[in-house]
């Protein structure tokens, strides 16, 4: 650890669980905040201790409840931007808003280039990013960006199934590169969902490209929101002929009646990273299986902080 820049974590409220399990793994105490709401509503906000000089790294995901727990960020960004750090990286496993990242109908926003902007006037010099919804979001910003995926913890849990005719699932077009990456290391093929979405969180399955009768299938995909698409899906592979169906995505959004759904589907497992801290009701449930990242953060926050590559943590 550098004397002159000491690495100090910052967490805000939205994950304080994986903020600790990163600290964990650096060896180091979880930086002292005060954070708290005024009568109104308003979020405060003090940071506990000296940071002049140091490496900050902020860890807090931007979703559920998306807005608070985005203006929290932008909060501790401006009363770290005042208290005279070296620089100051945001470690946003992940990035809500990332969805609408692009016009796809008349008159709307492209509301994560605003995010993005946001972060960057507020103070942010560098952003540690996971399964960025879209790739290309990392233009988005005008400071550095090292984006990761969560690919290998789930690949190992994958194996640790011991499924014996394993076929992976693109849950639709847009998540065939993943599914194939994920499908090349796994060394098996791959199917692919025909649907179509007539609006948000709504979804109808059309067809199914690929062979599955007979299969165990795994589902993979980044975002788990209502649950919705998985659950039709599953139900079209089982219609199909598949063996069983399981399902692997990175973040766990969970909205709305998604753990019901998920309970009486036809999913023996869902597989989820901790980029979102679950509820009580997913926590409780005996279908969904949650899988650390912290060693992949904390590792990737310590080669930042000492100026060492990241590249080989990017596959």
């Known amino acids: 650890m550098l004397k002159e820049n000491p690495l100090l974590v910052f967490s805000g409220r939205a994950n304080e669980p994986l903020s600790e399990a990163i600290c964990n793994y650096l060896q180091i105490e979880l930086g002292k905040l005060r954070l708290g709401k005024f009568s109104d509503g308003e979020i405060f906000c003090q940071i506990k201790e000296n940071v002049r000089g140091a490496d900050i790294f902020i860890v807090q995901p931007t979703g559920r409840p998306s807005n608070e727990s985005l203006v929290e960020l932008l909060i501790l960004l401006d009363a770290f931007r005042r208290a005279s750090p070296n620089r100051v990286c945001v470690v946003m496993p992940y990035m809500g808003y990332a969805r609408q990242d692009r016009k796809d109908a ?16 507020a103070g942010a010099d560098r ?16 400071i ?13 849990a994958i194996q640790k199934k011991n499924l014996e005719k394993l076929r992976l699932i693109s849950p639709d077009a847009g998540g065939v590169e993943r599914a194939r990456a994920f499908a090349k290391r796994l060394k098996v093929d791959l199917a692919i969902m025909d649907k179509r979405r007539p609006e948000a969180n709504k979804a109808e399955i059309m067809n199914v ?28 592979l089982m219609e ?57 953060l904390g590792e990737a926050i310590r080669r930042i902080h000492e100026g060492a590559s990241v590249s080989s943590l990017f596959v």
């Open 240 to 296: 199909r002929g598949a063996r069983s169906v399981w399902a692997a995505g990175v973040h766990p959004v969970l909205s709305g009646p998604a753990v019901e759904r998920i309970n009486n589907s036809v999913i023996e497992k869902v597989m989820v990273t901790d980029t979102l801290a679950l509820t009580e009701e997913a926590l409780a449930s005996p279908k969904i299986e949650q899988l650390s990242l912290a060693v992949l």
């Open 127 to 142: 952003i540690l990013a996971l399964d960025l919804h879209a790739s290309q979001i990392q233009g988005f910003f005008d």
């Open 144 to 156: 550095p960006v090292d984006h990761l995926y969560a690919a290998p913890v789930l690949i190992d």
């Open 106 to 121: 008349p008159r709307v926003p492209i509301t994560a280039k605003l995010v993005a902007n946001l972060i960057t006037e």
């Open 209 to 236: 490209i690929g062979q599955v009768e007979g299969f165990d299938c795994v589902i993979v995909d980044d975002i788990i929101d209502t649950a919705g698409t998985l659950v039709k899906t599953a139900e079209a």
